[in-house]
């Protein structure tokens, strides 16, 4: 067999190629792994590889196209999964001591979904445990390390599956995303990263942090090929009466059409964030002349009170996630101690031994948010914050289609470097607001910054439901920038430039 | 408002939380640091503003009322820590009682 380059190819690529018979389904799914064998070592993208699944489901790929069937949209394309997603015949951890054995015993419905439209289970992805982190620092089975230089962080949550795309171990993945988890790591790695609207994807089957906040979403390395994961994950489930039955569009079909007559706006007082880094404030301002060279009605606008989501959300998020983890008690499932003296010493040293230490000050955070004398005070005042967001973005969106924000402040820094959880949190300033209004917005390569030599990502924000007005938006500036980065890592093993 | 030790003791008991004391005192300078900055929504008028609880206003749905399987009883005790195979145990605490 010929290795297949998955850095060089994309899932649409990937899918065609089986369809033309150039290459197998098997095939992939070797390459995919033969990948991981080079270099997860180092990157540590994966926690548990499943090729059973893998093979057994790319067997079913070629035994279709050998029948003369139609595949399906993602037939053949290698796809990473998010620890956090249930998925029979793997474990299911959360990157969490508590979790280190569980088996999934349901499907979790966006990983189904993903599955029917001919993907392939490669395996399942770090993370920050339980989702709580922008770094992957807080897995309790080690960091995952950026492809594009191993000694800084590939963001958080959902850095496997952002690391896995960019170092072409996978076509595609499965992240989760409740203040920045998707969009923050695929800027830090060079990949697509988008959080879909409140609702477009069921939650059903991923383990819940903040259920007013949550959202599965792709990772890819073009906007087409999130799109076309997009629209097999989109859609009404029975199982989780928060997803929505506006109909989903044909996302992929949105593309191609530039960026003509959109109204585009930039947000001025976020971009003016003390701690922005002056070259990433620089590349929305380009960004937005590209934007204007396409023909985009381009202009300014604020959001003031989105300044103050990072304080809203560091007390909804907690609040209902300590509410979420209650559930891990060592009764039904996880981590139990043995020679508890009762059920308060079993519950209190089975849930203090299973989690980490972001994890007990989630907890505790949230707990005191909620607790007797506190709530208004915190978590009334923060419901009411955010109204004021919502009220902010809805208004923007009446004068613009899109918004323009950088992705993050700063590009990935070093293993170690925010010690301090605070500094940590902000990592999230610009993608925290949109979890809290409910929007979609996706994070695209912007380009490499001169000092670093890393990734830096465009945060796009788009209406609520409108996905396809927000992936036009991101495959027009895809195609006007000609960016399609490939770590070091990566070039080095295959011998190709990249960049093309 | 300064977050206490005792604050912190009280909080970890109703999260159900053994902290150590080592734990207990480092979580009150995290969690007093975090707060510090969290402090700015005190001082914003809100006064008047709609809490939001959910992003979109959705109203409740219903299934067809049809009878589906559920999960199976070998699936929902596959990750028990002790059952019998028939249901979840755990130890017994004669006369034990929990605070309330």
């Known amino acids: 067999m010929s290795t297949i380059d998955l850095s060089a190819l994309t899932a649409r690529e990937v899918r065609r190629g089986i369809a033309s018979g150039d290459f197998s389904a098997r095939e992939v799914a070797e390459s995919a792994y033969a990948r991981i064998e080079a270099l997860d070592g180092e990157v540590h993208a994966f926690l548990q590889l499943t090729p059973e699944l893998a093979f057994a489901a790319a067997d079913r790929v070629d035994r279709a196209r050998a029948a003369g069937e139609e595949l399906p949209p993602l037939a053949g394309v290698p796809a990473g999964i998010k620890d956090n997603m249930n998925l029979i015949g793997t474990r299911t951890t959360c990157a969490s001591r508590i979790l280190g054995n569980y088996e999934s015993v349901y499907d979790c419905t966006a990983v189904s979904r993903l599955l029917e439209a001919g993907a392939l289970p490669i395996g399942k992805c770090n993370m920050d445990e339980f989702a709580f982190g ?3 620092e807080n897995s ?7 492809p594009w230089d191993l000694e800084r962080v590939p963001g958080g949550s959902s850095g496997g599956s952002a690391a896995c795309v960019a170092a072409g171990m996978a076509s595609i993945s499965l992240g989760s995303d409740t203040g920045g988890s998707i969009r923050q790591p695929g800027a830090l790695t060079g990949t697509v990263g988008l959080k879909p609207t409140y609702g477009r994807v069921s939650r059903y089957g991923v383990v819940a942090f903040g259920s007013s ?3 599965i979403g792709p990772f890819g390395k073009t906007v087409d090929d999130v799109a076309l994961a997009l629209e097999a994950i989109s859609g009404a489930d029975v199982m989780d009466a928060t997803s ?11 593309l191609g059409r530039g960026a003509q007559g959109l109204r585009v706006g ?3 007082d976020m971009l003016a964030m003390e701690g922005c880094g002056e070259e990433i404030r620089r590349v929305v301002n380009s960004s937005a002349e590209t934007f204007a060279a396409l023909g985009a009605e381009v202009g300014e606008v604020e959001l003031p009170s989105a300044q103050h989501g990072l304080a809203a959300y560091y007390i909804i998020g907690p609040a209902e996630a300590s509410s979420n983890l209650a559930r891990f008690d060592g009764i039904r499932y996880g981590r139990r101690v043995p020679d508890a003296d009762d059920v308060l010493d079993l519950y209190m040293r089975s849930r203090a031994e299973g989690f980490g230490p972001e994890t007990i000050r989630r907890i505790m955070l949230g707990t ?13 005042q923060a419901q009411k914050a955010r109204t004021r967001i919502i009220q902010d973005f809805r208004a923007a969106f009446e004068r613009f289609d899109v918004l323009l924000t950088p992705s993050t402040p700063e590009v990935a820094f070093r293993f170690g470097e925010k010690s301090d959880p605070y500094t940590m949190y902000l990592n999230d300033y610009y993608t925290i607001p949109v979890n809290l209004a409910g929007n979609c917005a996706v994070s695209v390569p912007s380009g490499l910054c001169t000092t670093a030599g890393m990734p830096m990502g465009l945060q796009i924000i788009g209406d609520y439901f409108a996905e396809s007005t927000l992936l036009r938006a991101a495959a027009a500036f895809e195609e006007a920038t000609h960016f399609e980065p490939v770590p070091p890592l990566v070039r080095a093993l295959t011998g190709t430039e990249g960049g093309e | 408002m300064a977050i206490t030790e005792s604050d912190v003791r009280h909080v970890a008991l109703l999260a159900r939380l053994a902290l150590t004391d080592e734990q207990v005192t480092t979580l009150t300078a995290e969690l007093g640091a975090v707060l510090g900055h969290i402090d700015e929504l005190q001082r914003l008028d809100l006064a008047g503003v709609e809490p939001t609880a959910h992003p979109l206003s959705m109203t409740d749905r219903t299934r067809p009322d049809v009878v589906v399987p559920g999960l199976s009883r070998e699936l929902a005790l596959l990750n028990a820590p002790d059952t019998d195979g028939t249901a979840f145990l755990i130890p017994a605490f004669a006369g034990a009682g ?3």
Do not use: F
């Not at chain 1, 309790?140 to 950026?146: F, M």
């Not at chain 1, 005191?368 to 915190?378: I, T």
């Open chain 1, 134 to 136: 922008s770094s992957t």
């Open chain 1, 140 to 146: 309790a089975y080690g960091p995952t390390r950026n």
């Open chain 1, 213 to 215: 906040l949550d959202q």
């Open chain 1, 244 to 254: 929505s039955v506006e109909p989903v569009d044909p996302y992929s079909e949105a």
């Open chain 1, 266 to 268: 930039i947000v001025s």
């Open chain 1, 368 to 380: 005191y948010a909620l607790s007797a004398g506190y709530y208004d005070a915190y978590y009334g």
């Open chain 2, 98 to 100: 929990e605070e309330s």
